[in-house]
């Protein structure tokens, strides 16, 4: 299950990566969550939720998820919070996750109108606070691994002590130690060629915890000879990452906006099991 981002729908998100995740040979799903991705994150986590629970049962056998930005966290929140999914779910790729919240969107106020789950994706909101007091931030016996650019510019802070999409309990990678001086941007993680292989690396391998997730060792030795995944025109893919941004912004103009964090739901304050 490839799970998009804030601010795109599925179809748009895969349509960037369809060549590789063709070459890969497996099945994808992706999902259209409400209002490209910007409503309330309570919500548009029941949708992936209720896709979950369809796809393992059309496949009949456990589903990776490989979440981009506001996908990663989605897929989190679900595996928290909806326990009956850890034993239906193998693994968790997480690229550019805001697990922790970003210091880069400072702009939302009461005189400065924001989406949901924009609001709700700053450093210390209260929905992050919330899911980030739990005692486990990768539940289940379930792999979970993330991916990380220095040069990301909206997830930030990426380096230093408590970079915001690295994961207690995961296998945490850093392009720029896989590749040094990489330029990887935000949406550009998802097909970046460390993210993809990672997924396909951690998705080969069985195990529970950090004994299936991705291992940089074992990622191809020509992993940084291209900047995207296998399977991707290099300059078709630039071209898509370039539009990307102001696709997105001209989306999140169709949005509703709202003047202040949504209220954090009795379900995500209670303690997970």
């Not at 989406?115 to 210390?124: D, I, M, V, Y």
């Amino acid at each position: 299950m490839f799970v998009t981002g804030t601010g795109a729908t599925g179809d748009q998100a895969y349509l960037i990566g369809q060549g590789s995740f063709e070459r890969y040979g497996h099945p994808v799903c992706y999902m259209n969550f409400p209002e490209f991705t910007t409503a309330d994150i309570q919500i548009s986590v029941q949708y992936l939720v209720y896709g979950l629970r369809r796809e393992f049962r059309m496949a009949d056998r456990k589903v990776a998820l490989f979440g981009i930005s506001e996908g990663g966290l989605l897929s989190r929140f679900a595996l928290t919070y909806w326990p009956d999914l850890r034993r239906r779910v193998s693994d968790v790729l997480s690229a550019a996750g805001t697990h922790h919240g970003t210091t880069v969107l400072a702009g939302c106020s009461r005189t400065s109108p924001c989406p949901s789950a924009l609001w709700q994706q700053k450093r210390h909101s209260n929905l992050l606070d919330a899911i980030n007091s739990q005692p486990d931030e990768t539940p289940g016996n379930v792999s979970y691994t993330t991916v990380r650019s220095l040069t990301d510019e909206t997830a930030q802070p990426q380096g230093g002590r408590r970079p915001t999409s690295v994961l207690d309990g995961a296998r945490n990678i850093l392009i720029q130690n896989v590749c040094p001086g990489r330029q990887t941007s935000h949406i550009g993680t998802a097909v970046d060629s460390v993210a993809f292989s990672a997924a396909v690396d951690a998705v080969a391998h069985k195990g529970k915890g950090k004994k299936g997730a991705a291992k940089v060792a074992r990622l191809p030795d020509d992993v940084c000879d291209h900047p995207y995944a296998r399977g991707l025109d290099e300059q078709q893919t630039r071209a898509f990452l370039d539009g990307s941004g102001g696709l997105i912004i001209s989306q999140l103009g169709q949005v509703p906006l709202v003047t202040s964090e949504p209220k954090v739901r009795r379900i995500f304050k209670r303690v997970a099991r």
